[in-house]
């Protein structure tokens, strides 16, 4: 099993910080995606990162997949309320589009 | 708008019963996944499916069956619901081979008592 380790597993920030989740493995991942988790509902998408070293932004969130695309980070500047939620990681494993995840960063974004 | 249904949001069963969890999406997906979800251990994959009548065990299999006899349906069975089964379920679907998207159901919250 290809382990997909985050950190840190909880994060509360206040609205207006900046803050770093990662995502780390001892295992090559042809690719990694980023979901976010609300509260009573699935994941849903934010990026696919799929070239070492590769950086992808979308608004306020930076995504970087590392030179050995063991490890990526999601960075989000000026964190607003919205942005509460869980994070995870996750990389294809094996075949079949087989998708394992990573533990997760519970992220709360105060006033 | 792409949909993935699970049958259920809550439920609760009592120990020893025999469990059904139904997922279905509208997609034409190929791929079909179970997983569980515990509070610092992420999504666990139990079962996958890549085709109609085709399963792959997951890393926790154990406990459960699958069932997938239409490609838009696929069934999470608990053979002999216990307590340490009591999590969340989610059920997502991917298009074949790739790094393609996976869409989630809502889940459905499993407490066994």
């Known amino acids: 099993t290809q382990l997909l380790e985050q950190s840190p597993q909880f994060l509360s920030i206040q609205e207006g910080e900046n803050l770093t989740v990662y995502c780390n493995s001892s295992s090559v991942f042809s690719s990694l995606q980023w979901y976010r988790q609300e509260p009573g509902e699935g994941p849903v998408l934010l990026v696919t990162v799929v070239t070492g070293g590769e950086v992808k932004k979308l608004k306020r969130l930076t995504f970087q997949f590392g030179d050995a695309r063991k490890d990526s980070s999601l960075h989000i500047t000026a964190a607003q309320p919205g942005d509460t939620g869980l994070y995870l990681c996750a990389g294809p494993a094996g075949t079949a589009s087989k998708l394992t995840f990573g533990t997760g960063t519970r992220l709360q974004v105060t006033l | 708008d792409v949909k993935v249904t699970q049958s259920s949001r809550y439920l609760v069963k009592r120990t020893g019963e025999k469990v059904f969890l139904e997922c279905v999406q509208d997609m034409d997906h190929e791929n079909m996944f179970w997983y569980r979800q515990d509070p610092g251990l992420g999504l666990r994959l139990i079962y996958f499916s890549y085709d109609v009548k085709m399963k792959e065990k997951g890393d926790i299999p154990e406990g459960y069956s699958v069932s997938r006899e239409k490609k838009e349906r696929f069934s999470l069975i608990l053979e002999s619901a216990s307590t340490n089964q009591t999590s969340m379920y989610l059920c997502?679907?991917?298009?074949?081979?790739?790094?393609?998207?996976?869409?989630f159901g809502q889940g459905t919250r499993l407490t066994v008592v």
């Open positions: 997502a679907s991917t298009i074949i081979r790739g790094n393609t998207e996976a869409f």
